[in-house]
């Protein structure tokens, strides 16, 4: 079992729904990213969370530390928003900070 | 503009050759890191280096070598060794307080390894 799990994979949605993704995770943490990708391939940090939510834009993000679990909104979502989204839990061991990656959801958001 | 930056974008490799792909960065970071990611699966660490002339395996490191002769650059080479190098690589640039304070993480926009 990995250590992050997101849901659902793969998502497909019209312009203007509000999107979920979900991430659950089982180890404990320092902190939670929402990443996103692009085509490309690039990466961009979207989110930073240790507690609570945070929102930026159209972009809100969630985390329940007693869970484990965070989740990622999009609101209006617009076809620009098609990407993948990552979730990764960053750990610190002492020695270094290192990030687990979820396997991504891929979102697609059509006209 | 400070940022990370990898080159090639798309790299083709002859089975049983090395390959080196480049990664550098000017934002002054201290830790760089090598992942790995195929389909359907997470980012996989390959290796990090948290200073000058010191790394440390992660957790998919056979068949790959790094070197961190410059703070800026952080390479790292594909082996003949590696069995399945087909992939995509991503470099990323860490900066981070002890403990659980500051992080900041970029990423550059990775390599297309295909071996032909």
């Known amino acids: 079992k990995n250590e992050v799990e997101q849901s659902p994979q793969n998502l497909t949605a019209q312009e203007g729904e509000f999107i979920t993704i979900n991430c659950s995770y089982s180890?404990?943490?320092?902190?939670l990213h929402w990443l996103q990708q692009h085509p490309g391939g690039g990466i961009v940090s979207l989110f930073m969370l240790s507690s609570g939510k945070k929102k930026h834009g159209r972009l809100i993000a969630t985390i329940n530390i007693q869970e484990k679990h965070s989740s990622l909104h999009i609101t209006a979502s617009h076809p620009r928003d098609s990407a993948v989204y990552i979730c990764?839990?960053?750990?610190?061991?002492?020695?270094?900070?290192?990030?687990?990656f979820g396997t991504g959801t891929r979102l697609q958001v059509t006209l | 503009d400070g940022g990370i930056t990898q080159s090639p974008k798309y790299l083709f490799r002859k089975e049983g050759q090395n390959v080196t792909l480049s990664c550098e960065q000017n934002?002054?970071?201290?830790?760089m890191y090598w992942y790995r990611q195929d389909p359907g699966q997470g980012l996989r660490l390959i290796y990090y280096s948290q200073i000058v002339n010191d790394f440390q395996k992660g957790d998919i490191a056979e068949g790959y070598s790094v070197s961190r002769e410059k703070k800026e650059s952080f390479p790292l080479t594909v082996t003949s060794a590696q069995k399945n190098p087909t992939a995509f690589y991503l470099c990323a640039s860490i900066a981070a307080g002890a403990g659980e304070g500051f992080f900041e993480a970029f990423f550059g926009q990775g390599t297309r390894l295909t071996v032909v």
């Open positions: 180890v404990g943490i320092s902190a």
């Open positions: 934002l002054n970071h201290d830790a």
């Open positions: 990764a839990v960053r750990r610190y061991t002492g020695t270094a900070s290192k990030l687990t």
